[in-house]
């Protein structure tokens, strides 16, 4: 498996402009999670999704961002207007595995190598 | 509430020698206890994990981590470090039931030769 994968690795936008993140799970999990990463804030969970469902959203900032997750093999995050502020490294991380029975299998996150975001 | 303390920013130490990065945790249960390693411009990678059963956990890199339920803390540990493990460390805590990790705000660990 080619892991969690993300793109783009870099994006540099102005202040305003929308920014989408995308994410590919491992094939096979379940779980899909967003967290943001900056200096100041450490590793931050934004959402999680079971089965393409959001179960928890409480650490998204505000109303700018959405995550969507159309379907098992794709997720995306969206801010619109992007800010300054927003600048910061995003990663996309997935666990689980469908069909399993191994329950030592779960919680362990496999992460992707993160979006930069710079807002300018 | 859960929580996941890493009193140590950044610590420096010789190649070869030994190492402890220190983890406290605040947890009602028995929580499932994970360490993560970051390298420069990459993604965390699992380094351990603690579900059960011996409170010593061997993981991958040579590093090995002890549960103390009376410390609650969650150590990790190697005896020689290597060069190549400078890296950012984060120590994790989730729930039994369900996928939220809590992560701490992680320890810089810089080798020198």
């Known amino acids: 498996d080619a892991g969690v994968i993300q793109s783009p690795r870099h994006e540099v936008t102005e202040m305003g402009q929308e920014v989408t993140l995308r994410c590919k799970p491992i094939?096979?999990?379940?779980?899909l999670f967003w967290y943001r990463q900056t200096m100041m804030r450490g590793l931050e969970l934004l959402i999680y999704?079971?089965?393409?469902?959001?179960?928890?959203d409480s650490g998204m900032p505000e109303d700018r961002f959405s995550a969507k997750m159309p379907n098992a093999s794709f997720s995306t995050l969206k801010i619109q207007p992007s800010e300054p502020r927003d600048s910061a490294v995003y990663f996309c991380?997935?666990?689980?595995?469908?069909?399993?029975?191994?329950?030592?299998?779960?919680?362990?996150?496999?992460f992707g190598p993160g979006t930069r975001l710079t807002v300018l | 509430a859960q929580s996941v303390t890493q009193p140590d920013i950044h610590i420096t130490v010789s190649e070869g020698a030994s190492l402890e990065l220190r983890c406290n945790y605040s947890y009602g249960a028995t929580p499932y206890l994970f360490w993560y390693v970051q390298s420069p411009g990459q993604g965390l990678q699992l380094l351990l994990k603690y579900f059960s059963g011996d409170t010593l956990v061997q993981g991958i890199k040579g590093f090995e981590a002890e549960f103390k339920r009376s410390q609650s803390s969650f150590n990790l540990r190697k005896p020689s470090v290597h060069w190549s493990d400078a890296a950012e460390y984060f120590c994790a805590v989730s729930n039994t039931g369900g996928f939220k990790t809590i992560f701490g705000a992680g320890t810089r660990l810089f080798v020198k030769a």
């Open positions: 999704f079971n089965n393409n469902v959001p179960i928890d």
């Open positions: 991380a997935s666990s689980g595995n469908s069909g399993s029975r191994l329950k030592t299998s779960y919680n362990e996150q496999f």
């Open positions: 094939s096979g999990h379940d779980y």
